[in-house]
């Protein structure tokens, strides 16, 4: 149980573009999903926090209308890189919780972007 | 605010031998969660193993152990009879049990290499 899937896995994009990663727990209900930055051999860094239904609580230095997070249901949060650049090229990570008193996160594997 | 020290960058342990990895956080928090998870070369972070603080008990899975010491706010995690598949980053985490906390507070990570 708990499994959280990511898509795509790998992304390369142009300069300038705009890329979308899914996240989506397969066999729970997430009330709440958040987004991470990993850069290489460093640990998670929180980007936002999302709430079903609800805008998204970004972390302090990151520009929420570079990345724009949507959590339109239960099962679904979207991640939006806007005009990506080289310096957004990294790992992302999203985690999703179900609640309750543990409050514990379970991990998708990660999309790999990078852009040229 | 919290944080949480993995004073260790890399640890190595022979196969089928114990291996601890320590963890220290600070808080002025009395009650919260307390969290390994580890991330193999695939880069999916997998829990590992977490602890409630107001409970004394030492948490459990199979070959993996914590030494919670509250008052010194250490919990580290033992590895025993370690195995290949064991190889990994882990790191430790901190989570309030305030209401409305979600936010998980990631240490640095300890790569953990195991030697055949």
């Known amino acids: 149980g708990a499994v959280v899937s990511q898509h795509p896995s790998r992304v390369i994009c142009k300069s300038g573009t705009s890329v979308k990663i899914e996240c989506r727990s397969l066999?729970?209900?997430?009330?709440?999903m958040f987004w991470y930055r990993q850069f290489p051999k460093q640990s998670l860094m929180l980007m936002a926090t999302s709430n079903e239904g609800s805008k998204a609580t970004y972390e302090q230095g990151v520009e929420k209308d570079k990345f724009l997070i949507n959590h339109a249901s239960l099962t679904l949060s979207t991640l939006t890189v806007t005009s990506a650049h080289p310096e957004d090229s990294s790992f992302y990570i999203c985690?999703?919780?179900?609640?309750?008193?543990?409050?514990?996160?379970?991990f998708g594997p990660g999309t790999r972007l990078t852009v040229l | 605010a919290q944080t949480v020290t993995q004073s260790q960058p890399e640890m190595s342990v022979q196969e089928a031998e114990t291996v601890t990895l320590s963890c220290t956080y600070d808080?002025?928090?009395?009650?919260?969660?307390l969290f390994w998870y580890k991330q193999p070369p695939s880069r999916q972070m997998i829990l590992v193993i977490r602890q409630e603080a107001y409970k004394q008990q030492n948490a459990t899975e199979n070959r993996f152990s914590v030494n919670f010491q509250k008052a010194a706010k250490s919990f580290s995690l033992k590895i025993s009879d370690s195995q290949l598949g064991d190889a990994a980053m882990y790191f430790c985490a901190y989570r309030s049990r305030l209401q409305g906390a979600q936010k998980l507070v990631f240490g640095q990570g300890t790569r953990l290499t195991i030697n055949p």
């Open positions: 066999d729970f209900q997430a009330t709440t």
């Open positions: 985690s999703a919780s179900s609640g309750g008193p543990w409050g514990t996160q379970y």
């Open positions: 808080t002025s928090e009395s009650d919260y969660y």
